[in-house]
């Protein structure tokens, strides 16, 4: 599968996100593109990590089946011939758009990322070490990094259009969103977050903490958008490495991240763009925590000549 770093589709882009590429089939659908690009500390890398856009997009659309009880997603296809046969001008891009492209139900996205937490890491974290708090409100004493939170906590986060999300109160979130949209949309984000942790412990992964986003469709119904449960969007971390008190192993970008601070230490990197290139054992091996996130959590190898 060759990767992916940009894609030119005879439909109009509507926009151009970190990864993803996003345009418009008709006035009830969008054609969503998960790319091969790859973004650490908010700078996006020059070279693409292989299998990565398949990997968000297949993982998603197995996530979606497995909540469709719990909310309606805006997923209507992932498999690529069922997309060229609503879109036929997509044919010619048939083989490279297979595995990454989603067609989508369009929806009016709420301006909130719905984050849930079961572990303190990452942003809660450095902010509990700083003052005992997430988003202002006072946590237990005594935390360590990446210990098991007493129940999730629900701390959703404004969107950025650059730099970090910023992590604000519930009622903060109710203010913008309104009481009653805000109450259902902590349910569905607890009841998703529930089901699957459940179903990634039993193939012994950690779900650390994830972020959702959500609409409301044509019909009215909060629905369920973009990505679910992915290594973008979640701390994966292997169950039998857990050991709180400093950060995890993890099933993502960590080879990445791990190579670019490396890069800072030494000073070879201001931590701006653009980034220093990857040496090819780094994308690898970037690639190859993608791929054992989505065997782990499916059960099976990702087959992108099944999807095309």
């Known amino acids: 599968m060759t990767p992916m770093v940009s894609s030119d589709l005879p439909l109009r882009r509507l926009g151009r ?23 650490a500390f ?20 197995w996530w979606f089946a497995q909540v469709a009880d719990i909310v309606p997603t805006h997923l ?9 046969r609503v879109v036929p001008s997509l044919a ?28 303190i890491s990452g942003s809660a974290w450095k902010e509990y070490a700083k003052s005992g708090t997430l988003a202002g409100e006072p946590l237990p ?14 701390s959703p986060a404004t969107k950025a259009e650059t730099g970090h999300d910023e992590n604000i109160t519930v009622t903060r ?28 412990e039993d193939r012994g ?4 903490d994830t972020k959702l986003e959500f609409g409301r469709g044509a019909d009215g119904a909060i629905t369920l958008l973009d990505e679910l449960l992915t290594p973008d969007s979640s701390r994966f ?27 800072r230490r030494a000073r070879r990197w201001n931590g701006e763009s653009p980034a220093p290139p990857l040496p090819d054992d780094v994308v690898r091996a970037t690639s190859a925590r993608y791929l054992e996130a989505y065997r782990r959590l499916t059960g099976e190898s990702l087959d992108v000549t099944d999807l095309q």
């Open 237 to 263: 971390w292997p169950a039998d490495a857990y050991k709180p008190g400093g950060t995890q192993p993890s099933f993502d970008k960590q080879p990445l991240r791990d190579y670019l601070d490396a890069e």
């Open 92 to 119: 010619t891009f048939q083989k490279a758009l297979a595995g990454r492209a989603m067609l989508c139900r369009r929806a009016t996205v709420f301006p909130i990322e719905c984050v849930i937490r079961g572990y």
């Open 17 to 39: 996100g970190k990864v993803r590429d996003l345009y418009e089939v008709d006035a009830t659908r969008l054609l969503l593109v998960a790319t091969d690009r790859v973004s």
């Open 76 to 84: 209507i296809t992932a498999r690529v011939k069922d997309i060229v």
């Open 141 to 154: 004493t005594g935390l360590r990094e990446s210990d098991r939170l007493a129940q999730p906590i629900f």
């Open 42 to 61: 908010d700078v996006v890398m020059r070279e693409a990590i292989p299998f990565k856009g398949a990997v968000l997009t297949q993982l998603s659309a």
């Open 205 to 208: 992964i950690i779900v650390a």
């Open 173 to 200: 979130m109710r203010q913008i969103v309104g009481e009653e949209s805000g109450a259902e949309l902590e349910r569905l984000t607890r009841g998703i977050f529930a089901r699957g942790s459940a179903i990634a």
